[in-house]
């Protein structure tokens, strides 16, 4: 069955003491130079800063069932009660996040004796006393490194998160983000994005007023924070990523992950699968999936010349295939797209002969076509070779007409390709329609 899971960073305010009476209250936090940990250490009588402070609670919190009374955890409580637990359904597991430095000299001890590992204990005696069904289980998790490094902040939750709460496992992942270092908060938030997406749940709260935290209020205002915003950002970032690798299917199956909070019209969807089907040279499946956009000023281009692509404009693509193959070092497909380059070349360039003595131009497209013969070959090759494409390969197979300066025979081939498609169209200008592509969809999941 899947989980109800918490977390939270604990920090120097998630606690607070009476120092006073009960008739005349004085709550005060821990937080070190602010005057009011100096009231509490005093009161209990041990040095100044969380870890102390919250130790000494302890000691007397196990000991003495009315030590509870003079607690209040406004951060926590709120979040439990007016987020949380407010659907009924009980939390299965709640994981406190507390730091918990290595000792001195290796940490100073400004920064050691505001750790809130002790917290962290004592939030889970109060919690167990005070929710014994709705939280079922609860675990305090210390962080021993530096809590202002987001490198290492970020690393630790997205191990702690896969340890304590497999995706797989979780229904709802709520997360409060009021308390504890910033660090660990971004770092926290970040990768519940990354890993639970739309099962987040966000929450602030707003403390209540200086008055009335003196005063012993129990509970501040509930702020839900919206995930969306954050997961169209998480989407966007990862879509662009698999765009520059021209990897539309990846792209597709991002917007499946992120369907909970769609944001994108359905035409980015069509776009896709467009080119998708465009990437793999099925141009009638390409222009079917832009029919409901055909007479969309935007997209009209691109389903005309998919639906009957002239042969320099099938040429120009494989070449710009050929490249986004190159890049990715999907070097087996890349042959594919060679062939095409060579198969299409010679057939344009034989109907502009038109049985005529060739020019210079075309003895020089005809010397650089013939030096992909090999490549072609090769890709009939793969057809019963099971252990793919290496550059050994290619150079073995790739003859450039001309080299300079030591480079690998494979390093030519990108540039000889532009180069027939060039002199093809006379056109060195080459325009990259997978480009326009992607820069449309990138404009329209950001608008």
Not at 379 to 388: A, R, V
Request: hydrophobic content about 35%; aromatic content about 8%.
């Amino acid at each position: 069955m899947a989980k109800i899971v918490c977390i939270a960073n604990v920090g120097e305010r998630d606690l607070y003491y009476n120092v006073g009476s009960t008739d005349a209250p004085n709550f005060c936090h821990f937080e070190l130079d602010k005057g009011d940990e100096k009231q509490v250490a005093q009161h209990l009588g041990c040095s100044d800063g969380a870890r102390y402070i919250s130790e000494k609670i302890l000691q007397r919190l196990r000991e003495y069932q009315s030590e509870a009374q003079r607690l209040r955890y406004p951060i926590l409580k709120t979040v439990l009660d007016d987020g949380v637990l407010k659907s009924g359904k009980a939390i299965d597991k709640l994981i406190l996040v507390v730091t918990d430095q290595p000792a001195p000299p290796q940490t100073p001890e400004r920064f050691y004796c505001r750790d809130s590992v002790n917290s962290g204990r004592v939030l889970k005696e109060l919690i167990k006393r005070d929710y014994p069904t709705q939280v079922r289980g609860i675990v305090v998790v210390p962080y021993q490194q530096n809590p202002t490094s987001r490198e290492q902040t970020y690393e630790f939750f997205g191990k702690l998160l896969l340890r304590e709460a497999p995706e797989a496992e979780v229904a709802t992942l709520h997360v409060s983000l009021s308390a504890g270092v910033p660090a660990l908060n971004d770092s926290l938030q970040e990768q519940a994005l990354r890993l639970y997406k739309a099962k987040c749940r966000f929450y602030e709260v707003v403390p209540p007023s200086e008055s009335e935290l003196r005063a012993g209020a129990e509970k501040g205002t509930l702020q839900p924070v919206s995930a969306k915003p954050f997961l169209r950002d998480l989407a966007v970032s990862i879509i662009e990523q698999l765009l520059n690798r021209y990897d539309y299917g990846g792209a597709l199956e991002v917007l499946k992950m992120f369907q909970a909070v769609k944001f994108w019209d359905d035409e980015v969807e069509a776009v896709l699968h467009h080119a998708e089907h465009r990437l793999n040279l099925n141009f009638g499946e390409a222009a079917q999936a832009l029919q409901r956009y055909k007479n969309s000023q935007s997209l009209r281009s691109w389903w005309q010349t998919a639906q009957g692509p002239q042969e320099l404009d099938r040429v120009i693509e494989a070449y710009f295939l050929a490249e986004a193959r190159y890049k990715n070092r999907e070097y087996a497909e890349m042959l594919w797209r060679i062939r095409a380059v060579f198969e299409i070349g010679n057939e344009l360039l034989a109907r502009a002969q038109g049985g005529r003595p060739p020019t210079p131009q075309q003895q020089q497209v005809q010397q650089l076509l013939n030096s992909l013969l090999g490549l072609k070959n090769l890709s009939n090759d793969m057809l019963h070779d099971l252990k793919g494409v290496s550059l050994d390969k290619i150079n073995r197979a790739f003859r450039p007409p001309q080299r300079n300066g030591g480079r690998a025979n494979h390093e030519w081939l990108i540039p000889t390709l532009r180069e027939i498609v060039a002199l093809l169209s006379n056109d060195a200008n080459l325009d990259n329609p997978y480009r326009q592509i992607n820069e449309y969809l990138l404009r329209k999941l950001r608008s």
